[in-house]
């Protein structure tokens, strides 16, 4: 009888450890996956974005990147507190009704945020694109952010293309980009 | 090992009343900067000098002014950031494993090693009884040699 026990014992506590080392992988892949993109990016490659539910701001709603196929995207994530997200909405919105009807959307990810400040932001700067609420940012490490504001594109087909931008964009680096969001063949 | 079991049991007890001393309904700045995580560094806020942790620190004044309790406060920031803001999870629900379980697994690791300490105590194997000490009083000789001298003594008898 004792023998089995301790064999059982043996098991769950050999088991534990299987368990705990294939979290740190699955872990460890998450981030690798992140910062995988954009080195893909750069190599000319163009990668699949992470598969991430968001929420509206208002959280009454769902948002997948896949809901845009057949669309080109701008994936701005921003924070209300972030200073050079205060330049950049004014040219986002200008971007998204320029655009918009030649099939652009652009995607406002708001994280590490307050909800009233992101709605407070959005009403000051009139953003009529649509926003995406990431309280605790677990989407940044999916992408492989590492600050505000980070830019990402993605082309008709759902999949990443140009560059990813780490930090403020200018006016024609956005315009490029977008372009080459819209050139993309649906398939 | 029924004292065993009443000792873990009041280990539990202990641990249990020193996790609930906190006084809800007034809380301060400074014990809430260590309650809550910044989802920037991912430290507790007292340690974090960054945007979002200097707003939430803002943000925890103007619900202290106003009155507000620490659950309130915890509400209003885990409806935003997600349970993940909290530096302990909460005491309930799934949650409440991660409570249990370190005190469970510190329990029967020390019921293991009490049990294994009796039964390595009682298995331990008696020391030999010291050998009677020889005739003229010096240490007892070896059987062998003694066998040995024995029949000398015959041969030198006969």
Known sequence: ?????????????????????????????????????????????????????????????????????????????????CEPCKDEAPMLEETWQRFRDDGLIVLGIDAQDFRTDAR??????????????????????????????????????GRLVGEHIVGPFDREQLEENVRAALDTPVR | MRRLLVLTVFALAVVGAGCGGEDDETPTLAELEKRYICPTCQTTLELSNAPVAERMRAFIRERIAA?????????????????????????????????????????????????????????????????????NGGPPLDPELERKVDEELTRFDT
Not at chain 1, 133 to 157: C, I, K, M, V, Y
């Open chain 1, 120 to 157: 407070r932001f959005v009403e000051r700067y009139g953003l009529t694109y649509p926003i995406a609420f990431d309280g605790n940012g677990a989407s940044l490490g999916r992408f492989g952010n590492t600050g505000f504001p980070e830019t990402w594109f993605l082309g008709r087909d």
């Open chain 1, 1 to 81: 009888m004792a023998r089995r026990a301790k064999l059982i014992l043996q098991a769950a506590a050999v088991l534990v450890v299987v368990l705990l080392v294939v979290l740190l992988g699955w872990k460890v892949t998450q981030q690798e996956e992140g910062r995988g993109l954009s080195d893909a990016l750069e190599r000319g490659e163009r990668p699949h974005p992470p598969t991430v539910v968001f929420e509206t701001l208002d959280g009454d709603q769902e948002i997948r990147l896949s809901d845009y196929r057949g669309k080109a995207v701008v994936l701005n994530f921003w924070a209300s507190w």
């Open chain 2, 67 to 135: 009155g507000d309790s620490r659950s309130e406060i915890d509400e209003a920031l885990v409806a935003d950031f997600g349970e993940e803001v909290l530096a302990a999870p909460p005491k309930e629900g799934f949650n409440l494993l991660a409570w249990v379980l370190p005190l469970l697994g510190g329990a029967l690791a020390v019921g293991a090693l009490a049990f294994a300490l009796v039964r390595w105590s009682r298995t331990r194997p008696e020391p030999e009884a010291p050998a009677p000490a020889s005739a």
